[in-house]
């Protein structure tokens, strides 16, 4: 139970909540994704969204923003439970869905919940951990959901 | 309708569009990190180099966005787009480097007219991104919703 203690399993962990701005909106779509519905609000009405809506992986990259910003409480959680773990590079995402536009002005809740691991063979001391990550809107509905396969040490 | 040259119609399965180059650079890969995903690898050369992605490596969501931005370039902001309502899989296969050159490529694996809308299409493609030594550094499935050009018309 240890490990499975020390990786949270099974545990939703809330990472935070973001409002998302038409300004911060339109930056990450001007650099990565500037489809006229993620940039100009005229174009937004027009389109299928109605209105202006971030684009996906600035959604999926706010994720990544409070899920950084809780990594030190996650690891200091681990060492309640023996030796802290650490946190390494992600290897893939699967099942990532786009369920409902983030609009301007939503505040939207990140979490994540570690639901298994398994050694990696080629790095002694690496787990590879899945977990099941949600982005929700104040009334509960899921806007969003991914999951992430990480590595993971845990000695 | 749509005046885009990229229609439902012209994404024929089996049809591979390329991706043109595009060189990533550190400071890019640093601004991101610094505010998506500040872990110490994707910020500081020393950090990178003594984590298992072996220098100053990209978080895989900038990848993600690098990689959104290629095909908004390719042929997504001429096509009659209307978002995605999610991707399937996503793999991280080798870690993007600072001064690294893309290169990708899309095929599409198939199509369908949507039975709700019939204006509306469902295109799934295959994405690959390869580095400047043709090396597979990130893949991913998706599918993309499309306009028809000619609703109605067999598709």
């Known amino acids: 139970m240890s490990l499975d203690q020390r990786l949270a399993i099974g545990e939703t962990i809330v990472l935070g909540s973001h409002t998302f701005g038409a300004e911060e909106i339109k ?22 969204f109605g209105r202006l809506c971030a684009s996906g992986w ?19 959680r681990s060492r309640a439970f023996g030796e802290a773990i650490e946190f390494g590079p992600a290897a893939g995402i699967r099942d990532l869905k786009w369920l409902k536009p983030v609009y301007v002005g939503d505040t939207i809740t990140f979490t994540r919940k570690a639901l ?40 | 309708m749509t005046d885009k040259t990229w229609a439902y119609e012209d994404f024929e399965v089996g049809k591979v569009i390329d991706l043109p180059p595009r060189t990533v650079d ?15 690898m994707h910020l500081d050369e020393e950090a990178g180099k003594a984590s298992i992605l072996g220098g100053l490596a990209a978080s895989g969501l900038f990848t993600a966005g690098i990689f959104m931005r290629m095909m908004c370039d390719a042929y997504l902001l001429d096509s009659s787009s209307q978002g995605s309502p999610g ?60 306009l028809l050009r000619n609703p109605g018309a067999a598709a």
């Open chain 1, 27 to 48: 930056a990450f779509a001007a650099k990565f994704d500037p489809q006229r519905f993620h940039l100009d609000e005229e174009a937004a009405k027009a389109s299928v």
């Open chain 1, 58 to 76: 600035h959604t999926i990259s706010t994720w990544m923003k409070y899920n950084a910003a809780a990594m030190p409480a996650i690891i200091e």
């Open chain 1, 116 to 155: 298994g691991h398994r050694p990696l063979a080629s790095r002694p001391g690496w787990r590879m951990v899945t977990m099941e990550n949600e982005a929700l809107a104040p009334d509960g509905t899921v806007v969003m959901r991914f999951s992430t396969m990480v590595l993971m040490k845990t000695g």
């Open chain 2, 26 to 40: 550190a400071a890019e890969m640093v601004e991101f990190a610094a505010e998506f995903d500040p872990q110490p």
């Open chain 2, 87 to 146: 991707v399937d899989m996503l793999n991280f296969r080798k870690p993007l480097l600072a001064g690294d050159t893309l290169t990708g490529r899309t095929t599409v694996l198939s199509r369908r007219v949507s039975s709700s809308r019939p204006g509306l299409g469902f295109v799934s493609v295959r994405h690959e991104l390869f580095n400047q030594h043709g090396e597979l550094v990130c893949e991913m499935t998706n599918t993309g919703m499309f």
